[in-house]
C-alpha cells in the first residue's frame, strides 16, 4: 500500500465523518450482501482468518489469537444479524458494534474490509505510521468505527450509553459488544453489568470470547472468573452459553437476545484462541505475538486446506 | 551487568533488579496485572512464587491490595504498563497509598510513545503531570538500564513513601557507566546529574530524552555552541538548586521529555525557574497530541523529540 492511497483512505474516511451523504460512499458499495449460509460464512471465516494472519505478519507485531478466537462471532454478526449498510455508514438506525477487546481488532478491520467499509488494500498497513488501522482501533484516524477502544473494561459502558441514547431518541437500533474472558477481571465491566439491569437495556447484547487465555496464560490460573455465566445472571442479565465457532448455536443465541425484552443479554461463547491454524490454537505465546513469515505459510496452507 | 554502550530496555533492568533485591529482603513483595511478561516482573515471580502476586486485569484492585500489604509491612512493588498503573488506577493512588502515605514502589512500564506499534490508547505522555501533583509520592524517570538498577536498589526501602519510577518498552543505549567509581556516589534520589559541562544554555532531560540531549549538545558542540546537559531523573521532588544553578550560570534552558510539555518535566522545570531565577525557555516533548501507532523512531522523528529538534531549540535561544 502506497503511502499517498493511504493518505487518501484516511481523508475519505474524514469526509465521510463530517458529511455521511457524500458522493465519496457510493464509490465503497461492495458486493456484500447478508446471510445466515453456514457454508457461505465458513468460507468468509477463513478469509478473515487469513487475513489476520498476514495482517499481523506483515505488522511484526498484534495479537493474532484472540483474533482467530472472535472471527466466527464477528462474521456471524456482520453478516447474519447486524442491521447495517456499508454504504451508509452513518445510518442513524444501524446497530452498533464494539470491540471492547479492541487488541482483537485485525478480526475487525478485515470484517470491515470484506463488508466494503473500508478497502481491502489498507489491510497492510496494520500499525504503520500514518494507516487508519491503529494497533488499537481510534475513530480519529478510522471513523468507521464506532468507539475508540484499547484500554479493556470500557466498551460496555460505551454500549449501555449508545443505547441509552437510543431510547430518548426513539430508535431500536441493537448494540452489540465483543469482550474478552481476561477482560471480565476488570472491575469497571461490573459496574457496566449493573448498569445495564439497572436500566433494563434489552437492546445491549453482549459477547464474551471465552478462549480460556490471556496474556500471562490461561484465566484460570491468571485470575479465575468461573463461574461466569452464573455471574451475569446473577448481576440480572439473560445469560446464554454457546460454542462459539458453531454458527448455528450463535444465530440461536442472537435471536434469544432479540427477544428477550427487559434486560440485557449476555452471551458466554466457549472457544479456541488461535483457532483455525494449528500452532496457534490454545497456544497463549500467540496473544501478543505475529507469526513469522514461514509460520504464516504455514498457517495459510492450513487455512485453506481446512473443511 | 548492565554494560556501557549497549542497548538495554529500563523495564529489563527493572526486572533483574527486583529479583535481585527479593533475595536479599524477605518482605518484598510484587504484583501485576496480567502484564509480567512484558513489565519484567516475571523474573521475581518466577524466583518467589510466593511473594508474587498476579492481579488478573484488574488494576484499581492492584493498587488497593499493594496498599493493604504495605500498611501490614510489606515493601509491594507494583507493576503493569503506566497507562493501566498511573492512568486507570490514579484515584487509589491518589487515595489510598499516597493519602496514608505507604511505602508502595509504583514502578510502571511502556510509558510514552516509544511503546510504538500499540498506538495511543497505550501511549502514556500524562504521567508525569498527574503523578507530581499527588502529594507525598516521588516521580523517577531513568535514563537507561544502569541507573534504573541502581535506582531500584536504593529506593526499595527508602523514602518511607510512596515511590512512583517510569520506565519504557523499547531498548535504549545505556550512558552511564556503573563501573565509574563517581556513579554511586552521584547518584542520588532528588539530585540532578550534570553529564556535561557548558556555559552558553543547559538541557535538562529525563528518560531516554537524555541520549538525545546528550547527541544534541555533541551536534552543537561541532558548531562552537557549548550547553551542559543535566539528567533530572526526579522529577518529584525537583533538584531545585541544580536548576537554578543552570539558570544563573548559563542562562538559558532547554527541556526535553518523551511526556506532553504540558505539566511534565518542562512544566516542573518553569515553576522553578520563574521563582528563582527567571531566564528564557523552550520545552521539547509531546505537544498537546495523542500518538499513534509505529515505530519508535518513526514516532519520535514525527513527534519531534529528535536531537535535531532539541538543537533548533537551544539555537532559538541562543539566536535571542
Ligand atoms: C485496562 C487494560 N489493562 C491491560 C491491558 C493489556 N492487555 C492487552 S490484551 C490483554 C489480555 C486480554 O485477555 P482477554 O480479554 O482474555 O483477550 P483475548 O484472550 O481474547 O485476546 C491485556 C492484559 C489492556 N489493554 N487494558
Redesign the interface.
Known amino acids: 500500500m502506497k503511502v499517498k492511497e493511504m493518505k487518501r483512505e484516511m481523508i475519505t474516511a474524514k469526509v465521510m465523518k463530517t458529511a455521511p451523504e457524500s458522493p465519496v460512499n457510493i464509490e465503497r458499495v461492495s458486493p456484500f450482501s447478508q446471510t445466515r449460509d453456514e457454508k457461505v460464512l465458513r468460507e468468509i471465516a477463513r478469509e478473515v482468518r487469513k487475513d489476520i494472519i498476514r495482517m499481523t505478519t506483515e505488522a511484526g507485531s498484534g495479537h493474532p489469537g484472540g483474533s482467530l478466537s472472535a472471527t466466527d462471532l464477528l462474521v456471524a454478526l456482520f453478516w447474519g444479524e447486524m442491521r447495517h449498510k456499508p454504504n451508509d455508514r452513518y445510518w442513524a438506525d444501524r446497530d452498533r458494534f464494539i470491540l471492547s477487546k479492541g487488541h482483537g481488532c485485525p478480526a475487525l478491520y478485515s470484517v470491515y474490509a470484506r463488508t466494503g467499509y473500508i478497502a481491502h488494500e489498507i489491510l497492510p498497513t496494520l500499525r504503520k505510521l500514518g494507516s487508519p488501522l491503529q494497533g488499537h482501533p481510534c475513530m480519529i484516524h478510522l471513523p468507521t468505527l464506532e468507539i475508540s477502544t484499547g484500554s479493556l473494561g470500557h466498551g460496555l459502558s460505551v454500549g449501555n450509553g449508545m443505547a441509552l441514547a437510543g431510547r430518548l431518541d426513539g430508535k431500536d437500533y441493537r448494540v452489540y459488544v465483543v469482550m474478552g474472558d481476561g477482560e471480565q477481571q476488570e472491575g469497571s465491566v461490573w459496574e457496566a453489568a449493573m448498569s445495564g439491569a439497572h436500566y433494563k437495556l434489552d437492546h445491549v447484547c453482549g459477547i464474551i470470547d471465552y478462549n480460556h487465555l490471556e496474556t500471562e496464560g490461561t484465566v484460570e490460573e491468571v485470575m479465575d472468573i468461573a463461574p461466569l455465566a452464573e455471574k451475569w445472571c446473577a448481576f440480572g442479565w439473560h445469560t446464554i452459553e454457546i460454542d462459539g465457532h458453531n454458527f448455528d448455536e450463535i444465530f440461536a443465541a442472537l435471536d434469544e437476545a432479540k427477544a428477550t425484552k427487559g434486560k440485557p443479554t449476555m452471551i458466554v461463547a466457549q472457544t479456541v484462541k488461535g483457532k483455525g491454524v494449528s500452532f496457534m490454537e490454545n497456544n497463549v505465546g500467540f496473544h501478543g505475538k505475529s507469526a513469522t513469515r514461514e509460520q504464516m505459510e504455514q498457517a495459510i496452507k492450513e487455512l485453506d486446506e481446512s473443511e | 551487568m548492565v554494560k556501557l554502550g549497549e542497548r538495554e530496555s529500563t523495564r529489563n533492568a527493572y526486572g533483574v533488579a527486583l529479583a535481585e533485591l527479593g533475595e536479599i529482603h524477605p518482605e518484598i513483595v510484587a504484583l501485576?496485572a496480567?502484564?509480567?511478561?512484558?513489565t519484567q516482573t516475571?523474573r521475581f515471580a518466577d524466583k518467589f512464587p510466593e511473594r508474587f502476586f498476579?492481579?488478573?486485569?484488574?488494576e484499581?484492585?492492584m493498587m488497593c491490595t499493594a496498599a493493604g500489604l504495605a500498611v501490614s509491612g510489606k515493601i509491594p512493588f507494583v507493576s503493569t504498563f503506566v497507562?493501566?498503573g498511573a492512568g486507570?488506577a490514579w484515584e487509589q493512588i491518589r487515595n489510598t497509598i499516597c493519602r496514608p502515605n505507604l511505602p508502595v514502589r509504583i514502578c510502571l512500564s511502556h510509558g510514552g510513545i516509544s511503546i510504538g506499534?500499540?498506538?495511543?490508547?497505550?501511549q502514556a505522555c500524562e504521567d508525569f503531570a498527574i503523578m507530581r501533583s499527588i502529594p507525598n509520592i516521588s516521580v523517577i524517570v531513568p535514563c537507561d538500564a544502569a541507573e534504573t538498577k541502581a535506582l531500584i536498589h536504593e529506593i526499595w526501602d527508602k523514602p518511607k513513601s510512596p515511590v512512583y519510577i517510569r520506565m519504557t518498552r523499547n531498548k535504549v543505549p545505556t550512558i552511564l557507566d556503573e563501573n565509574d567509581q563517581s556513579f554511586h556516589q552521584k547518584f542520588t534520589l532528588g539530585k540532578a546529574v550534570t553529564l556535561r559541562e557548558g556555559s552558553q544554555a543547559t538541557i535538562i532531560a529525563c528518560g531516554q530524552m537524555v541520549a538525545v540531549g546528550i547527541q544534541a549538545a555533541e551536534e552543537l558542540a561541532k558548531e562552537g555552541i557549548e550547553v551542559r546537559v543535566v539528567n533530572m531523573s526526579t522529577i518529584k521532588p525537583i533538584d531545585q538548586d541544580a536548576i537554578e544553578k543552570a539558570a544563573r550560570e548559563t542562562g538559558r534552558i532547554v527541556t526535553v521529555e518523551e511526556h506532553n510539555i504540558y505539566g511534565g518535566l518542562g512544566g516542573a522545570v518553569a515553576e522553578v525557574v520563574t521563582e528563582r531565577y527567571p531566564v528564557p525557555m523552550r520545552r521539547v516533548g509531546v505537544r498537546d497530541v495523542?500518538g499513534?501507532?509505529?515505530?519508535p523512531d518513526?514516532?519520535f522523528e514525527?513527534y519531534g523529540l529528535t536531537p535535531k529538534n532539541v538543537v533548533k531549540a537551544v539555537k532559538d535561544l541562543v539566536k535571542s
Open positions: 501485576d496480567d502484564l509480567a511478561g512484558s516475571r498476579e492481579m488478573g486485569i484488574s484499581a484492585d497507562i493501566f486507570r506499534e500499540d498506538g495511543s490508547s497505550a495523542f499513534e501507532s509505529g515505530s518513526a514516532l514525527k
